[in-house]
C-alpha cells in the first residue's frame, strides 16, 4: 500500500533511530524467561522478573531482592526503561499532569484523571490515562498545543507503557482505561502502539475494550489497524463536516479526502464488527452552526458510528473561542433529531493546560 509523504517521512526518521540494549519493560513473561535464561539463569526467574516489572513497579534490576547479589551487580545497568519525573502538576478537578524526562533527555506528556464515586460510594471508582505517542506532533492541527511544538520523534513500546505505570504508582491505584490521546499521532507509530496495546492489555492487565486510540486520520492505516481485529475503541479526529473546513483546521486533510477517510472507516466497521467515535471540538463560529451539525450528521449515515463533542479548550498561540452552552446544545438537537448517536465531553484537567488539545510538554 502507497504511504502519504508525512508518514513515509516520519517511518525514514525513526528507522535510524535503535537501542543497543532494548530496554525490558514491554516484554512478556514468555520474552523475559527466554532473556534470564539466556544469562544463565533458571526459566522461573522470567516470572519473577515479570512480576516485579509490572506489579511492584521496579526500577533497576539492582533492586529485585529475590535475585542473588552477585547476578543483580551482573545486570545492574541493563536497562528497564522507566522515565524520570519532571514535573508534575494537579489541576482542582483532581487531573494529574506529568512531564516525564525520556533516556535521551526528551520530555512528554502524560495525564491521570481520575473518576470520583459519588458521595457516600467510597474512593476513586476509576483512573484513565492518557498517554503520548511520539515527542511532538507532526499534525499540526490549528486549535491544538501540541502541534505548535513540531515533532521530534515516535515513542517506543517501553516509553508509552512507562507512562500508564508511573500514574497507577502516583494515584496508588490500579489503571483502569488508557487513551492514546496525548502528545502525537498513534498511527504514525503503529508497530509501537500495537506493541504497547498488546502489553497494557496482557501484561498491565487492562481490558482490550477499556483501550482507545485516536487518530487524525492517514491513509491506509485505519483498514491496516483493523486487521489486527482488536476489541479497543478507535476514534477519529473529524472536527469539521466538509472538506475545506477540515483543510483549514487540519493540514494533513489535504492529502486525505474526507470520503476517503469515511470510507476507511466504514470498512474498519465491517472488519472489525466495532463502531467508530468521531472526536469533533467545537469551535465558537468556525463548526458549531446547526449546518455543521446538518452536514456532520450525513457523513455518520450507513454505518456504526458515535459522535462525542469537544468544547474548545483555550491555548495562548490561537484565538479560537469555546462555544456557549446553548449553542452547544443546538449543535446536539440538530444530531439527535437526525438520529445520530451524540454525547458531550468536557474535557478534565483545564486549570492545569492537561485538558484536550493543550498538551505541549511544558510546564505552561
Known sequence: MSATPLASQVD????????????????????????????GQPAYRGKQLHEWIYDKGVRSLADISVFSKQWRKEVAEVPIGRSILHYRSVAPDGTVKYLLR????????????????EAGDGPKSRLTVCVSTQVGCPMACDFCATGKGGYKRNLARHEIIDQVLTVQEDFQQRVSNVVFMGLGEPLLNTENVLAALKCLNQDVGIGQRSLTVSTVGIRDRIREFAQNNLQITLAVSLHAPNQALREKLIPSARAYPL?????????????????????????AGVNDLPEHALELSKCMRGFQSHVNLIPYNPIQEVDYKRPNRDRIQAFVNVLKQQNTAVSVRYSRGLEADAACGQLRASKN
Do not use: H, M
Not at 15 to 37: C, F, H, R
Open 102 to 117: 525520556l533516556a535521551d533527555d526528551q520530555i512528554i506528556e502524560t495525564v491521570g484523571i481520575p473518576t470520583f464515586a
Open 259 to 283: 470520503e476517503d477517510l469515511l470510507a476507511e472507516c466504514r470498512e474498519y466497521v465491517e472488519i472489525t464488527g466495532r463502531r467508530v467515535t468521531f472526536e469533533y471540538v467545537l469551535l
Open 12 to 39: 525514514s526518521l525513526n528507522a535510524k533511530k535503535s537501542e543497543l540494549t532494548p530496554p525490558l519493560l514491554g516484554a512478556s513473561v514468555a520474552e523475559l524467561t527466554t532473556w534470564v535464561q539466556q544469562q
